[in-house]
């Protein structure tokens, strides 16, 4: 089927492609190579999302580390800095879904996301900087910082699996561990060079540095077309880079375009929302908990440190490997491995504290941030590989909203279970809630395609 291209848009008429169909009814727009839409190669769609998620890592994963500053400087509480934390993860998390519409809709661009998303982020740090009302504090760096940061993690997520359909693996997990690892050196800065003399100055800087580098970024960012496909994979055959073909063998594309409503009805997007709650609060409580667990059981301050300095770059590197790996071995038994990894490192953390031993503790502080990060891109490449690319931001937007409620699971009711069953308890019930999820993420099969037929039944042209 040769498709008219001026029924396109207009810049298509001068990028012949064709659209054929599959014998289960999935179109592939062919013909057109990421130079012809782009004017420069897909990698760059790598590797833009990588450096702002990068950039916008000092929200969550350095925001830890200048806790006590800032109660110092603003005079806040140890439960006033927990809920503006937890604000900003809830609408970190919850812009994700009506975003995503948006973008589906047309009616806000890739690149206008970013642009909003980046100006959002700034004033996120200026109210952190200059705002001593808890509750002005929360509204200016929970939600408006939150939704910033939550409009460049969503939309550079769905642009790297849009741009790679046929190996997004990889590619999604090396941009999303950008968000772990790259607040590193922010942990340094809040630790060592931040106080209540220049707090205005360095919380001021870091907010212009992440929305210059978002900003920046987000000039070159642009969707594909709906239902693109690469130009040298042949989707009929799945012919060409060899190491292409392997990985769609292991990670067939989705059967059709799945639109929301249709991928909730097929239950294999409330189940992966149900595991995503569930794992996610078990990582969000190991961050929340790590450190003063450390310090109670009498391991040195040192330590205590490391071990959440180790797990922050476990848990962005985690991410790469396991997106490299999930392209070999399959996304679903990855997903599996990584989750009971996870819940084994609950266990190991009582095992390491018990036996008073530091380097067990940072063992297991490493199997714990490995496995604490690397679910988010097995999660993000499944759901385009399950209901298509044409509406991931929405489908991948409603699986992430799962986060919502794991900023609660796993900080405020992990509190009360640390208060009511002390951290044992707290540890074990999260390696129990692990293993769980990865029980559930177990049932989890691919729509409209059994385990037999994953590649014999071939597409065919569409006549």
């Known amino acids: 089927m040769t498709a008219d291209p001026l029924s396109a848009d207009p810049a298509a008429a001068h990028r012949p492609y064709r659209e054929v169909t599959d014998a289960r009814g999935r179109v592939y727009?062919?013909?057109?190579?990421?130079?012809?839409?782009?004017?420069?190669?897909?990698?760059?769609?790598?590797?833009?999302?990588?450096?702002?998620?990068?950039?916008?890592?000092?929200?969550?994963?350095?925001?830890?580390?200048?806790?006590?500053?800032?109660?110092?400087?603003?005079?806040?509480?140890?439960?006033?800095?927990?809920?503006?934390?937890?604000?900003?993860?809830?609408?970190?998390?919850?812009?994700?879904?009506?975003?995503?519409?948006?973008?589906?809709?047309?009616i806000l661009t890739a690149r206008r996301a970013m642009y909003i998303g980046s100006g959002m982020c700034l004033v996120g740090f200026l109210a952190l900087s200059h705002l001593s009302n808890v509750l002005l504090a929360i509204v200016g760096f929970g939600v408006v910082g939150g939704l910033g940061a939550g409009l460049v993690y969503a939309t550079c997520i769905n642009m790297?699996?849009?741009?790679?359909?046929?190996?997004?693996?990889?590619?999604?997990?090396?941009?999303?561990?950008?968000?772990?690892?790259?607040?590193?050196?922010f942990i340094f800065i809040f630790n060592y060079a931040f106080d209540t003399g220049n707090y205005h100055r360095v919380l001021d800087l870091i907010g212009c540095y992440v929305m210059i580098v978002v900003f920046g970024c987000a000039f070159f960012f642009k969707d594909p077309p709906k239902n693109w496909w690469p130009a040298d994979i042949d989707p009929l055959s799945f012919s060409g880079n060899r190491k292409n073909a392997t990985s769609l063998a292991k990670n067939p594309p989705a059967t059709r375009q799945y639109t929301p409503k249709?991928?909730?009805?097929?239950?294999?997007?409330?189940?992966?929302?149900?595991?995503?709650?569930m794992t996610a609060g078990v990582s969000i409580f190991g961050i929340s908990f790590q450190v003063d667990y450390a310090k109670?059981?009498?391991?040195?301050?040192?330590?205590?440190?490391?071990?959440?300095?180790?797990?922050?770059?476990?848990?962005?590197?985690?991410r790469g490997v396991v997106g490299w790996l999930s392209d070999r071995w399959g996304r679903k038994p990855t997903l599996v491995f990584v989750i009971v990894v996870l819940g084994l490192a609950q266990f190991g953390v009582i095992l390491a504290g018990e036996m008073k031993s530091e380097w067990l503790f940072l063992f297991f502080a490493f199997l714990?941030?490995?496995?604490?990060?690397?679910?988010?891109?097995?999660?993000?490449?499944?759901?385009?590989?399950?209901?298509?690319?044409?509406?991931?931001?929405?489908?991948?937007?409603?699986?992430?909203?799962?986060?919502?409620?794991?900023?609660?699971?796993?900080?405020?009711?992990?509190?009360?279970?640390?208060?009511?069953?002390?951290?044992?308890?707290?540890?074990?019930?999260?390696?129990?809630?692990?293993?769980?999820?990865?029980?559930?993420?177990?049932?989890?099969?691919?729509?409209?395609?059994?385990?037999?037929?994953?590649l014999t039944a071939q597409p065919q042209p569409a006549g």
């Open 368 to 454: 714990s941030g490995f496995g604490g990060g690397a679910f988010y891109p097995m999660f993000a490449a499944l759901t385009p590989d399950y209901f298509g690319e044409n509406y991931n931001a929405t489908n991948y937007g409603l699986v992430y909203s799962g986060k919502l409620i794991s900023g609660l699971f796993g900080g405020g009711l992990g509190s009360m279970v640390v208060a009511a069953w002390g951290y044992n308890g707290a540890y074990a019930l999260a390696g129990g809630v692990s293993m769980i999820a990865a029980a559930i993420a177990l049932l989890l099969r691919q729509p409209g395609r059994s385990g037999a037929d994953a």
């Open 262 to 277: 249709e991928a909730i009805r097929t239950g294999m997007l409330p189940l992966m929302w149900i595991s995503i709650v």
């Open 296 to 318: 109670q059981v009498g391991f040195g301050p040192l330590v205590a440190a490391s071990s959440m300095g180790v797990m922050a770059v476990i848990n962005g590197i985690g």
């Open 160 to 185: 790297v699996g849009k741009w790679f359909p046929e190996r997004r693996g990889a590619r999604t997990g090396f941009v999303n561990g950008g968000f772990a690892y790259g607040s590193l050196p």
């Open 29 to 106: 727009r062919i013909g057109e190579t990421d130079h012809d839409i782009l004017g420069h190669s897909r990698t760059l769609m790598v590797y833009l999302p990588w450096i702002a998620m990068m950039a916008i890592s000092v929200f969550e994963y350095a925001y830890g580390s200048a806790e006590d500053t800032l109660s110092h400087a603003h005079g806040w509480t140890q439960s006033n800095t927990f809920w503006i934390l937890s604000v900003w993860v809830f609408f970190q998390a919850g812009i994700a879904f009506p975003a995503g519409w948006l973008r589906e809709k047309g």
